[in-house]
């Protein structure tokens, strides 16, 4: 009696597993059916081994003559993977480039044609415009924290390059500076970003400029309630009314350069220097929530853990992978 239990156990376990692994199969079936190829870490670990330490020397680069840049850099992945999926299509001349939110805004494109050029003459005709951006992006951000602060992440390749790019398609999907949470909310969902990736992704307002134009509607015909009052006073002298709209200011007065998590203490003070980013902390629930849990100095580790995980899935949003697109020669133009 006691044995037969112990065989029934046992076909049962076997039998199970027979399931588990069938499942197993099927899932597998189903993925690559499915869903488009993952990108990968390895990606380039045969075909362009030196990939990493070239990018981050031409970051390191271009950082020296130009403290902005490796803001500017960030921004570039943002607005590429924001529109049509995280495909290169930004750094196709005109285009996207003339949206409302890119024009005589979007920079550094001199430098991803340096890495680009040098990368070519490595591995030719064998990394992505696309995955150029994400390696620059966190290679900026780790650039430009603190020694002994490290907020990198594991960036993952695989992406091909669009034959296209839309202005259109710029217009409608990036977000404004003006939006309110609910708007923001929506406008990541749509590229399947949480309200945690607002606030977390958000961060990176802690670095890099904003111009007179974006900011005059929030000083004048009134000031911003949210706005702290020196803050704003600092901001109207900068930005007087009818004065120079292309005139910049930092979008973290504190440490301009640094990332960090002073954003978010920034936030706490009526010191967000986009409408879109005081309005997080004056948003209760969630939104609120994060801004206080990354604010103070013992937190940074956990904001940088957290900007790592959503930049991740940033750079996830829909990439061309397999034989779709292709590997372009020059980032500005298609093959
Ligand atoms: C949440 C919605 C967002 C809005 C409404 C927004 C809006 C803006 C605006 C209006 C500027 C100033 C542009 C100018 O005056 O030329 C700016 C700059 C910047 N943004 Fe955002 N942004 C958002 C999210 C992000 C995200 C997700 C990232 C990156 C992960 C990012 C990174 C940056 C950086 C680094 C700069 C400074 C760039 C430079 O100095 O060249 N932003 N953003
Ligand atoms: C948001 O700001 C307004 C105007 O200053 C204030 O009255 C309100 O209490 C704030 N709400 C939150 C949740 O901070």
Redesign the pocket.
């Given at each position: 009696m006691v044995w037969a239990t112990i065989t029934n156990f046992s076909i049962v376990v076997s039998l199970s597993f027979s399931f588990l692994i069938l499942y197993f199969f099927l899932a597998l079936g189903s993925t690559t059916t499915y869903v488009q190829q993952q990108l990968t870490p390895d990606f380039y670990a045969a075909s362009c081994p030196q990939l990493e330490s070239i990018v981050a020397e031409q970051v390191y680069q271009a950082s020296l003559t130009d403290p902005r840049m490796p803001a500017s850099l960030l921004r570039l992945h943002f607005h590429d993977c924001f529109v049509n999926g995280c495909d290169g299509s930004v750094l196709l001349s005109g285009n996207e480039q003339l949206a409302a939110a890119n024009l005589n805004s979007l920079r550094g494109f001199d430098v991803i044609a340096n890495i680009k050029a040098a990368v070519e003459e490595a591995c030719p005709s064998t990394v992505s415009c696309a995955d150029i951006l994400a390696l620059t992006a966190r290679d900026s951000v780790v650039l430009a924290s603190r020694p002994s602060y490290n907020p990198g992440w594991t960036v993952v390749f695989g992406r091909r390059d669009s034959l296209t790019a839309s202005e259109a398609a710029a217009n409608a999907d990036l977000p404004g500076a003006f939006y309110n949470v609910a708007q923001l909310n929506d406008n990541f969902a749509k590229v399947g970003l949480s309200p945690k990736d607002v606030v977390v992704l958000s961060g990176a307002h802690t670095f890099g400029r904003v111009h007179c134009s974006v900011l005059d509607g929030s000083l004048y015909p009134t000031v911003d309630?949210?706005l702290n009052t020196a803050y704003a006073s600092q901001l109207e002298s900068s930005c007087p009314n009818g004065g120079d709209t292309a005139t910049v200011n930092n979008l973290d007065p504190v440490t301009p350069n640094t990332f960090d998590n002073q954003y978010y203490r920034n936030l706490k003070v009526g010191k967000g220097t986009l409408y879109s980013d005081r309005i997080l902390?004056?948003?209760?629930g969630e939104s609120?929530d994060l801004v206080n849990q990354f604010a103070p100095y013992f937190a940074s580790d956990q904001f940088f853990y957290e900007f790592g995980v959503s930049m991740v899935k940033m750079g996830n949003i829909s990439p061309l992978t397999g034989s779709e697109g292709e590997i372009r020669k020059i980032c500005s133009q298609p093959n």
């Open positions: 309630p949210l902390f004056n948003t209760t609120q």
